[in-house]
């Protein structure tokens, strides 16, 4: 049977090759350690071969992948070519644009679509939804997507920093004693049962709220889950495995209830229009002054997530 090769293994593959460490090279694609490894030991199973050679000081690349690295080149570059001429060919058939979106941001999408179709009515927009934001970084890494509309951001791309509409609340299950308080504060989570993300999931938002709870000597008891989607923050809520905090919708889901917010609080309220830096899509300007329309303010600018 066929070997399938995966070109975001083969990415991993050539970028710890280059580096020869696995932190440089998951710096430079916007991944953790974690993932870059985890891509690269899939790719040797695969392939049923060992690539690198590791020890606690050191990453070398074994004769097998040293001979492999040349081919593996070859394929990353004729997939970019392929990408770059599919560019082109839309290009001479009208302007398209492809908008990915993270948690959290479908309804946002949805408004920034149709504020762009009422301004290019000839546009051609296709929306793609993505289970977690990596999956939607990856997207434009890989020339699938042209812009992403995420909560967060990491790795090589560019971003225009946005103001969220949302509002941040805390979700407890019906009958938790914050049920029907005016608000709920940083300290009286000390102690109390709360959703918390996995570190492999995403280390820097893991690690920020880690720091912000130990600056202000509160403790929640953590629990951590593998969560990839708003709808199983609820559904743990609603089982009484913790509180968490998420974004208001318009009704709290079934067996849970809304908490306001006061003073300082773990911020997961950013937004951000991301975009690869080799972007050359015809709308790509039109999307960010739309985006500003809608979202921004004084702090709305491009910067570079380096």
């Given at each position: 049977?066929?070997?399938?090769?995966?070109?975001?293994?083969?990415?991993?593959?050539?970028?710890?090759a280059d580096d020869l460490?696995?932190?440089?090279?998951?710096?430079?694609?916007?991944?953790?350690?974690?993932?870059?490894?985890?891509?690269?030991?899939?790719?040797?199973?695969?392939?049923?071969?060992?690539?690198?050679?590791?020890?606690?000081?050191?990453?070398?690349?074994?004769?097998?992948?040293?001979?492999?690295?040349?081919?593996?080149?070859?394929?990353?570059?004729?997939?970019?070519?392929?990408?770059?001429?599919?560019?082109?060919?839309?290009?001479?058939?009208?302007?398209?644009?492809?908008?990915?979106?993270?948690?959290?941001?479908?309804?946002?999408?949805?408004?920034?679509?149709?504020?762009?179709?009422?301004?290019?009515?000839?546009?051609?927009?296709?929306?793609?939804?993505?289970?977690?934001?990596?999956?939607?970084?990856?997207?434009?890494?890989?020339?699938r997507a042209d812009v992403?509309?995420?909560?967060?951001?990491?790795?090589?791309?560019?971003?225009?920093?946005?103001?969220?509409?949302?509002?941040?609340?805390?979700?407890?299950?019906?009958?938790?004693?914050?049920?029907?308080?005016?608000?709920?504060?940083?300290?009286?989570?000390?102690?109390?049962?709360?959703?918390?993300?996995?570190?492999?999931?995403?280390?820097?938002?893991?690690?920020?709220?880690?720091?912000?709870?130990?600056?202000?000597?509160?403790?929640?008891?953590?629990?951590?889950?593998?969560?990839?989607?708003?709808?199983?923050?609820?559904?743990?809520?609603?089982?009484?495995?913790?509180?968490?905090?998420?974004?208001?919708?318009?009704?709290?889901?079934?067996?849970?209830?809304?908490?306001?917010?006061?003073?300082?609080?773990?911020?997961?309220?950013?937004?951000?229009?991301?975009?690869?830096?080799?972007?050359?899509?015809?709308?790509?300007?039109?999307?960010?002054?739309?985006?500003?329309?809608?979202?921004?303010?004084?702090?709305?600018?491009?910067?570079?997530?380096?």
């Open positions: 049977m066929p070997r399938v090769l995966d070109l975001t293994q083969l990415r991993c593959f050539v970028a710890v460490s696995f932190t440089q090279a998951a710096a430079r694609l916007g991944y953790s350690p974690s993932n870059v490894s985890q891509h690269v030991r899939r790719l040797e199973r695969a392939l049923r071969l060992h690539l690198f050679a590791r020890t606690s000081r050191r990453v070398e690349l074994t004769p097998e992948g040293l001979e492999l690295l040349d081919r593996a080149r070859l394929v990353l570059d004729a997939e970019m070519g392929l990408q770059r001429r599919a560019e082109e060919l839309t290009s001479e058939h009208g302007r398209r644009l492809v908008l990915t979106y993270g948690p959290y941001t479908g309804d946002l999408a949805a408004e920034l679509v149709r504020e762009l179709q009422a301004a290019h009515p000839d546009a051609e927009l296709d929306v793609q939804g993505s289970v977690v934001t990596v999956e939607a970084l990856e997207a434009l890494a890989a020339g992403a509309l995420t909560k967060w951001v990491k790795g090589p791309f560019e971003k225009l920093v946005l103001r969220s509409p949302h509002e941040v609340v805390l979700l407890v299950p019906e009958g938790h004693r914050f049920e029907g308080r005016a608000s709920v504060t940083i300290e009286d989570l000390d102690g109390e049962p709360m959703l918390w993300p996995l570190r492999e999931q995403n280390e820097e938002l893991h690690d920020s709220i880690a720091a912000f709870f130990a600056e202000r000597g509160v403790h929640p008891i953590k629990r951590s889950r593998r969560i990839v989607s708003p709808d199983q923050s609820y559904e743990f809520v609603a089982a009484r495995q913790g509180v968490a905090r998420v974004i208001k919708t318009r009704t709290p889901p079934p067996g849970t209830s809304f908490v306001p917010v006061s003073g300082p609080f773990p911020d997961i309220n950013d937004l951000y229009l991301v975009w690869h830096r080799r972007c050359r899509a015809e709308l790509l300007e039109p999307a960010l002054e739309v985006a500003s329309k809608l979202w921004g303010d004084d702090a709305a600018r491009p910067c570079a997530e380096g």
